[in-house]
T-cell receptor
Framework: GAVVSQHPSRVICKSGTSVKIECRSL??????MFWYRQFPKQSLMLMAT?????????EQGVEKDKFLINHASLTLSTLTVTSAHPEDSSFYIC???????????????FGPGTRLTVL | QKEVEQNSGPLSVPEGAIASLNCTYS??????FFWYRQYSGKSPELIMF????GDKEDGRFTAQLNKASQYVSLLIRDSQPSDSATYLC???????????FGTGTQLKVEL
């Protein structure tokens, strides 16, 4: 149980284009989804927290107009990197927490990640 | 001051030995604590969580929590080369709050 998928697993795009990444909870309803970014040999950096049906809460320093997050249903959240540039190249990982996944101890289950390369 | 601190390592242990991974946290309001394993190029995988003082065992893994010292550890018994990965410690205030991750400790289990 508690399986989270992400699509695509890897994407290469040209500078200036937009890229959409999907995060799905496959066997539970994700009331909250989180988006992280991880640069090589660094730890996870939380970008935003997304609650179903609400606007995402962005961490300090993360541009909400550049990283658009939508959590329109209890099983799907999307992250759109708009006007991507080479410095946006990173490993983007979503995680989900929700009904039926925990005993209330807040554990998050991670998707497999999306490796974005902007040329 | 970092909220969750871990030694970056690498921590090298021989196969079959006990690996001990340590983590300290600064938020006395933290209620639950998590250990994740992350292989290179992959996303984190939950190993276990703990919320009460003392030990919690799951197979070869034992998590230890000492709230008075604000200290969490993970012991891996009979370490295997497949345990070689980065281990991330995280805490949470609970109640739907986000997790705060440490920078991770790289573990190398050598043949």
């Amino acid at each position: 149980g508690a399986v989270v998928s992400q699509h695509p697993s890897r994407v290469i795009c040209k500078s200036g284009t937009s890229v959409k990444i999907e995060c799905r909870s496959l066997d539970f309803q994700a009331t909250t989804m989180f988006w992280y970014r991880q640069f090589p040999k660094q730890s996870l950096m939380l970008m935003a927290t997304s609650n179903e049906g609400s606007k995402a809460t962005y961490e300090q320093g993360v541009e909400k107009d550049k990283f658009l997050i939508n959590h329109a249903s209890l099983t799907l959240s999307t992250l759109t990197v708009t006007s991507a540039h080479p410095e946006d190249s990173s490993f983007y990982i979503c995680s989900a927490r929700g009904l039926g996944t925990s005993g209330g101890y807040n554990e998050q289950f991670f998707g497999p990640g999306t490796r974005l390369t902007v040329l | 001051q970092k909220e969750v601190e871990q030694n970056s390592g690498p921590l090298s242990v021989p196969e079959g030995a006990i690996a001990s991974l340590n983590c300290t946290y600064s938020d006395r309001g933290s209620q639950s604590f998590f250990w994740y394993r992350q292989y290179s190029g992959k996303s984190p995988e939950l190993i276990m969580f703990i919320y009460s003082n003392g030990d919690k065992e799951d197979g070869r893994f034992t998590a230890q929590l000492n709230k008075a010292s604000q200290y969490v550890s993970l012991l891996i018994r009979d370490s295997q080369p497949s345990d070689s990965a980065t281990y991330l410690c995280a805490d949470s205030r609970g109640g739907g709050n986000k997790l705060t991750f440490g920078t991770g400790t790289q573990l190398k289990v050598e043949l």
